[in-house]
């Protein structure tokens, strides 16, 4: 009796294992968003990727990728696709850095170590923030984390906006028209869809591990 209770306890601990796994897959596969929600789907999820912390592992270069490619067949509409992706990119990047504004400047009331940071981030934003901003749209987590940091060294509102503006539609359109061109050129590419989303992934991985091998080399 106290057997078969066990082999039921991990029959049904795997089947939960599998469900959670195949529940996790879903969620970082881009065709499941574009499948359940479409264009408005697309715009939550760059939203949810750009401006809250918890939505750094969402596959935003790979959704607009797929995008691309589905929007080549007719599948979804480019001209709703790009225009609704950007405005939630930039849209998500405000609220990042209105978070970061908020909590930074609690955090430097109450911690002494937390004002060295800041003033570090906010010397650096100073000289490199717009070319931050913009080009942190094209790294995967790094796009999620730099509009808060931007708030919390106060960096100039103005030029934020401005290269937040830049960046999330140059972002958006780059990325979904690679995947347009893509599923023009290549016959049956949808076929194919799991290996453009790695190939993505490794691509945009790149810039990161080329910055982070610069700082090795400088230490």
């Not at 999820?45 to 929007?71: N, R």
């Amino acid at each position: 009796m106290a057997t078969d209770t066990w082999r039921a306890l991990d029959l049904s601990l795997h089947s939960a294992l599998r469900a959670s796994f195949s529940s996790a897959q879903s969620l970082l596969d881009p065709t499941f968003w574009i499948q359940l929600g479409g264009v408005p789907g697309i715009a939550i999820i760059i939203f949810i990727e750009t401006g809250l912390f918890f939505g750094f592992f969402f596959p935003g270069d790979s959704l607009l990728i797929v995008a691309g490619v589905l929007a080549s067949t007719g599948v979804i509409d480019i001209r709703w696709l790009i225009p609704s992706a950007a405005i939630a990119a930039i849209l998500g990047d405000q609220v990042g850095y209105t978070i970061g504004l908020r909590l930074g400047g609690a955090l430097e009331t109450r911690y002494i170590r937390f004002q060295k940071n800041i003033q570090r981030a906010r010397e650096f934003y100073q000289k490199h923030g717009g070319k931050t901003i913009t080009i942190a749209r094209f790294i995967p987590v790094i796009r999620t984390f730099a509009p808060p940091v931007a708030g919390a060294a106060r960096m100039d509102y103005r030029r934020f906006v401005t290269y937040n503006i830049l960046g999330g539609v140059g972002w958006v359109t780059v990325t979904t028209l690679i995947g347009y061109a893509l599923g023009k050129s290549i016959p049956n590419i949808d076929n194919y869809l799991l290996l453009v989303i790695a190939i993505v992934v490794i691509v945009s991985l790149i810039p990161a591990v080329v910055e982070y091998a610069r700082l090795r080399r400088r230490e």
